[in-house]
């Protein structure tokens, strides 16, 4: 049987591409396939971010000053399960998962202590969060006004992508409509009150790592952004103004070329979709994006081997144009990163940076017989996705159907099939194996950790004015069952010391649980 030759998502590579016409197409110019800015890094690199957070908010903020020391541009911000999903410390759900995948944040006093010695006004951070986002982002406000910031100034990210949370990756609270309703609320109020803030970073990172391809990852993430553009054109708001401050996150997998093809094709679909829209303002229709290695690539078997994947998947996101990105550490299979994997993934796009020359020109590969075709392959392929999705009625239909977790589910059984049957290779897993060593490095975290956060929790409670928190909810409860928007009444309970846990079942009790 002869050998196929394909990309992840199923594109047949041919032997050899057939010259093509050069394009007359530049970078910094609409459609942005070549990238978003004219010069792209030769004005100025990407934003090299390591994504940090474990335990108490002291441990964390003593690993932010690290990064910060070894040359890190923008704090990236990893909360833990319970803080995702709007539970405190000392609920009952949040057993066995304080301060486990990311750091634990109760209320305003954890947020103090977690940028302790860190002026936000200076700095960019970007907050991995979704259903409690408005919860999160009002703590950074209101930490912000006590620093005696600029809130004009501020900038940043938070993820705030509750759909993807429904199609893949499962840490929401409410149900779709009240969701999207918060959702278009933060999109509201930043624009009036944080105008430099990114206030939905529009994440494929996810759905690719619960299993979906490259084109899948790429065609559902563009329909999830429809949908957001369509919700905020629904609220009245300006698209040429809103869209300015929508950001994605993709992942970047292993396959070299498809994901630069992916970069190149995202920025050219999305263009075209805010464009039809009734964009007329062209950075409105610029495509920009943050990028994180993939983490379903690092292997438990080797783990030294993560840092040549965590490289060439790094090297394939500049390549691509990305304006942000996060490299993985070699440890990850195992455990949250050491100090150690963390200083080699910053290292890493360093030495990218500053020793490969892939800076000194805008889109190196453009040209590249091989990149234009898979370009327009990769888009073609997904626009077949985005067509169906938009015969359903758009993402949240298709989100509600089933649709796109079914897509994803196939795509991940196959994948493991062809990891299974030795089809695809991993190094270290189905070839080139050995009998495994010793990996002594790891970073545990225990159960002491929720301890400490009761114990802060019961003094907060002991020391706040409850009367006032009491009434700020009770507010909040009121405005939450009728149509005003809720972020300002957010901040005043999370400026009362309210705790994340009390503001999120305030707002269970109005919209329920989905």
């Not at 690290?66 to 923008?74: F, H, N, V």
Request: hydrophobic share 40%; with cysteine.
């Amino acid at each position: 049987m002869d050998k196929k030759y394909t990309t992840t998502s199923g594109i047949e590579i041919k032997e050899v591409y057939p010259a093509v016409p050069p394009s007359q197409e530049l970078p910094g110019q609409f459609p942005f396939t070549r990238g978003v800015q004219k010069d792209m890094y030769r004005g100025r690199l990407w934003t090299m971010r390591q994504y940090a957070g474990f335990s108490t908010a002291e441990e964390s903020n003593k690993r932010y000053h690290y990064l910060l020391a070894q040359g890190t541009m923008g704090l990236s911000v990893a909360f833990d399960l319970p803080t995702q999903i709007g539970y405190d410390s000392d609920d009952a759900m949040a057993e066995g998962e304080v301060g486990k995948v990311g750091v634990a944040i109760d209320s305003l006093k954890d947020m103090e202590v977690l940028f302790d010695g860190i002026e936000l006004q200076k700095i960019t951070t970007s907050m991995t969060i979704n259903a409690t986002a408005a919860i999160l982002l009002a703590m950074y406000i209101a930490l912000a006004k006590k620093q005696g910031a600029d809130l004009q100034q501020l900038s940043g990210t938070i993820q705030n992508d509750i759909l993807k949370e429904y199609a893949a990756r499962g840490t929401y609270i409410y149900p779709p409509k009240p969701s999207m309703r918060i959702i278009t609320d933060i999109f509201e109020y930043c624009g009036k009150e944080l105008p430099k803030w990114n206030t939905i970073s529009i994440s494929g990172y996810h759905i690719r790592e619960a299993g979906a391809t490259a084109v899948q990852e790429l065609a559902f993430t563009l329909a999830n952004g429809k949908a957001y553009l369509n919700a905020a054109l629904q609220k009245g708001l300006d698209v040429n103004v809103f869209a300015k401050r929508l950001s994605f996150f993709f992942n970047c997998h292993n396959n070299f070329f498809e994901e630069i093809a992916k970069f190149r094709a995202a920025r050219r679909m999305w263009a075209n979709i805010v464009k039809s829209l009734g964009a007329t303002d062209e950075k409105a229709m610029m495509l920009r994006f943050h990028t994180q290695t993939g983490g379903s690539t690092l292997t438990a078997q080797q783990p030294l081997n993560n840092v040549v994947r965590v490289a060439n998947q790094a090297l394939a996101a500049v390549l691509g144009g990305t304006q942000s990105l996060h490299t993985n550490g070699y440890d990850e299979a195992l455990s949250l990163p050491t100090e150690a994997a963390a200083k080699i993934a910053l290292r890493t796009q360093q030495i990218i940076a500053f020793e490969s020359g892939v800076t000194d020109t805008v889109d190196p590969l453009a040209g590249s017989y091989f990149i234009e075709s898979l370009t327009d392959e990769v888009e073609a392929a997904a626009n077949i996705y985005m067509d169906k999705i938009e015969v359903m009625g758009g993402s949240v239909n298709a989100i509600e159907s089933g649709y796109m977790q079914q897509e994803i589910a196939s795509a991940s059984y196959q994948y493991q099939q062809e990891i299974e049957s030795a089809q695809r290779v991993i190094v270290g897993v189905n070839k080139f194996t050995q009998k495994e060593e010793r990996f002594d490095e790891m970073l545990n975290i225990d159960e002491s950790v929720r301890v400490t956060q009761i114990e802060k929790l019961k003094k907060l409670k002991a020391e706040r004015n409850n009367e006032a928190v009491a009434a700020a909810l009770l507010n909040l409860k009121n405005k939450a069952r009728g149509t005003e928007n809720l972020m300002p009444f957010i901040l005043l309970a999370v400026e009362e010391y309210a705790t994340l846990g009390e503001i999120a079942n305030c707002l269970r009790e109005v919209f329920g649980e989905y």
